[in-house]
């Protein structure tokens, strides 16, 4: 069973930059769609980003131009970079996954079967 970490949460101030990563020890995710998500306080989750086994990418009009989202070489760590970070940035970020060794594209929407734990991620002066 694929179970998804993220890590790279924390504190920052606005216009500051973190990298979150989500991996799966012990698997590689070279044929797996992901996606990041986030859930703030209150609100429901909400699509972050996508990447697909191919490596291209869709993003949520919020953080396009702001964050971006890579595979490493190995196939092993998909990373989101966020940039320019906003206080309406704060939520818990979490990775999630489908197989999905065929298509070249991805989902911003939820349907994906394997879920990380999420990481914590504040933006506030």
């Known amino acids: 069973q694929l179970q998804l970490v993220e890590s790279g949460g924390g504190l920052v101030q606005p216009g500051g930059s973190l990298r979150l990563s989500c991996k799966a020890p012990g698997f590689t995710l070279t044929s797996y769609a992901i996606a990041w998500f986030r859930q703030a306080p209150g609100k429901e989750r909400e699509a972050v980003s996508c990447?697909?086994?191919?490596?291209?990418?869709d993003y949520a009009e919020a953080v396009k131009g702001r964050f971006r989202t890579v595979r490493d070489a190995a196939g092993n760590t998909v990373y989101l970079q966020m940039n320019d970070l906003k206080p309406e940035d704060t939520a818990v970020y979490y990775c999630?996954?489908?197989?999905?060794?065929?298509?070249?594209?991805?989902?911003?929407?939820?349907?994906?079967?394997?879920w990380g734990q999420g990481t914590q991620v504040t933006v506030t002066s």
């Open positions: 990447i697909s086994v191919s490596r291209g990418t």
């Open positions: 999630s996954g489908n197989w999905n060794p065929r298509s070249p594209i991805c989902t911003l929407q939820p349907n994906y079967n394997y």
